[in-house]
């Protein structure tokens, strides 16, 4: 989801904010469009994304540094942020209104958040990745490969070819050590 979605749409024209949503059919559409819920949601996957080693500790600090920024320049009322803005100007949505379940969410969102990051301060090299989440990618690959084989002949790769070439990053991996820190790369 992280790779797909926020990859895709968090971007520095959308104000480093996600999207509410992305529609496919009949037109391709984003809604320009973020609440307090869309912006705690993409924060703690951006800190889950570290957590599985799928983005490094200096890309999450980025994105963190570049959704807080726009959050600063969001207007709110007595200092809580209205339901919606536009994601392109940053001006609250009308009809303006305060939402606590919205608000609540962000909340409880942001406290998982700061938890997160003090432990990283605490534990982790801002210099190193763990590898687990690559492990877990390679898993998923492998399956999907194998879900997809249908045993006609291919110009590309084989399976067995991919099953080796994923084997050997897979123990190159694991000599570091699974959920241990790794050399970035």
């Not at 687990?132 to 067995?160: C, E, F, I, K």
């Amino acid at each position: 989801l992280f790779r797909s979605f926020f990859d895709t749409f968090v971007t520095a024209e959308q104000n480093m904010l996600p999207p509410d949503n992305f529609q496919e059919v009949p037109n391709a559409v984003i809604a320009n469009r973020t609440s307090p819920s869309n912006i705690g949601l993409y924060v703690l996957s951006v800190a889950a994304a570290r957590e599985f080693g799928w983005i490094g500790m200096f890309d999450a600090v980025d994105r963190l540094e570049a959704t807080f920024s726009s959050l600063e320049k969001l207007e709110r009322f007595r200092g809580h942020f209205y339901n919606w803005y536009d994601t392109h100007d940053l001006r609250p949505l009308d009809p303006k209104y305060i939402s606590t379940v919205d608000s609540g969410n962000l909340a409880g969102h942001l406290l998982t958040l700061e938890g997160m990051c003090r432990r990283w301060l605490r534990e982790l090299s801002l210099t190193h990745v763990d590898v687990s989440g690559m492990l877990d990618t390679l898993g998923q690959m492998q399956d999907v490969a194998r879900a997809l084989n249908d045993d006609r002949r291919s110009y590309g790769v084989s399976p067995r070819q991919l099953d080796t070439a994923i084997d050997a990053l897979r123990d190159s991996l694991k000599s570091i050590g699974p959920g241990n820190n790794a050399p970035a790369l």
